[in-house]
């Protein structure tokens, strides 16, 4: 009889990237955090709202320390959405929230260091609150492959006539530069178009990331390619950079997953401190901010300024109390515009500068420190419903599915991104696609963790 190592107990290798890689990481992610705001964005989009104090440096060192042991607390291996979607959450709101609270100018050193650790220990009643010491339960529905596909077909059908009846519909190329004129001809369009927002929001974020999904998983290239045009044909009629930039991301993803069922997250946090690299490198080489503004501006040094910006506002000023969204009939809204154009005309002052900001910074606006907590709190309930929705689907399909949902949450409120921006709609296509689509490549269902064998327990 041989004996393994029981399953959950650390081995070196666990260690070393607990220990060393893992902070190390997330280090590193700091630095180049601060330095690329400081050397390239303040200067040039300080008429935005990115400025700059110099930080007290004892706060540096807390914010820093306290964003690495949120790291330690979260998922060894990406092994459920959930996983990827508390990761991703990490790099691209929460870890910067965290860092940039004590040099973006918004919060006194107190104010920061406070929001700095609110936002952290918010976090982690979702990291917490999503661990499973059970056996993921399956959510009792499921369609057939014909009835999921027809569904999947009929709602992409009406998404792009209704399209093409209101804004316009041709596949065409829209420069970067041009996209601020297609967008502002796409929100004129969606006056009288009803649904159209919610269409396409649902189709860019979730509908055509499961086509391309499936596409890979199968390696159906021409599926794959419809899934690409779908994104193509909504970036040509709506402006909107992610949906472009989505592409490259999924395929990324998907190649990721590709090489490991279960991947280790640094490869998140290495990615995202990467992407400030090579976008500054490839300014530099150009003379121009274009790539930084592009990719880390827009993807991570907003959803951390945002944060601050929040927090300092609400707290000299009234707090929404959800009045202007799910308790509009019982209370007052204490402003004459939305949240983020209020946020807007206070930062630049600009009525027409919507500022969205992530979950947290919402749940500030609307009920202070307690509002952050009540925002975990509605994402610890969805992750858990989402790894129920996800059962039995490989990993990385609920993962592609819920990337362009998460960066949607860096960019808004969590009941705004339940109904706007797919995370309602991605749970319930994960909860009836059909559990036989994915089995000819590489991709593998991966087993659930839960269902492993535990501390203690060994197999012959």
Known sequence: MRFQ???????????????????LSVVGYAVVLHYVYFTLVT??????????????????????????????????????????????????AVAPGMLMAPY???????????????????????????????????????????????????????????MAFTVGLSLQFVSILDVYDVRSEYAAGLSGAG?????????????????????????????????????????????FKTILFSVPALLLVAFVFRKKVWPSPLIIIAGATIMMLVAAALD??????????????????????????????????????????????????????????VIGLATVGSSSTAMNANLFADGFANYGYAGMAGAAVVLLVYLRVLDRAAHGLPVAVGSLVMLMPT?????????????????FVAI?????????????????????LADQPRIGDYRK
Not at 76 to 89: K, V
Not at 106 to 132: D, N, Y
Not at 205 to 234: M, S
Not at 285 to 297: A, G
Request: glycine share 8%.
């Open 104 to 162: 973006v100018g918004f919060l006194s050193p107190e104010q920061a260091l406070t929001a700095s650790l609110a936002v952290g220990g918010s976090f982690l009643i979702a990291v917490f609150g999503a661990r499973r010491r059970s056996p993921v339960k399956p959510l009792p529905f499921r369609l057939s492959a014909t009835s999921f596909w027809i569904v999947i077909g009929l709602v992409s059908a009406l998404t792009y006539a209704l």
């Open 195 to 239: 649904a159209l927002g919610y269409l396409v929001s649902t189709q860019g974020n979730v509908i055509n990331p499961l086509i391309i999904a499936r596409g890979l998983y199968t390696k159906r290239w021409d599926v794959v390619l419809l899934g690409v045009l779908g994104q193509a044909l909504l970036f040509s009629g709506t402006g």
């Open 43 to 92: 200067p040039t989009f300080s008429y935005l709202g990115y400025r700059y104090e110099a930080p007290v440096p004892q706060i540096i060192v807390i914010t820093t320390f306290a964003a690495t042991l949120v790291a330690l607390c979260l998922p060894r291996r990406i092994e459920r959405p959930s996983s990827f979607t508390l990761w991703m959450l990490f790099a691209i």
């Open 5 to 23: 190592r029981p399953v959950g107990l650390a081995t070196p290798k666990v260690l070393i990237r607990d220990v060393v890689l893992l902070p």
């Open 428 to 448: 319930l296509l994960l909860a009836v696609a059909p559990r036989d689509l994915w089995a000819k490549p590489k991709f593998r269902p991966a087993p659930d």
């Open 284 to 341: 530099e080489i150009s003379d121009s901010n274009l790539w930084t503004s592009l990719f880390s501006r827009r993807f991570l040094f907003t959803p951390g300024l945002l944060l601050s910006v929040y927090v300092g506002f609400f707290t000299a000023n009234p707090q929404v109390h959800l009045s202007g969204s799910i308790f509009g009939s019982w209370l007052d809204y204490p402003y004459e515009l939305s949240v983020p154009r």
């Open 407 to 423: 960066i949607a949450l860096s960019n808004s409120g969590i009941l705004t991104s339940m109904l706007s921006h797919g995370l």
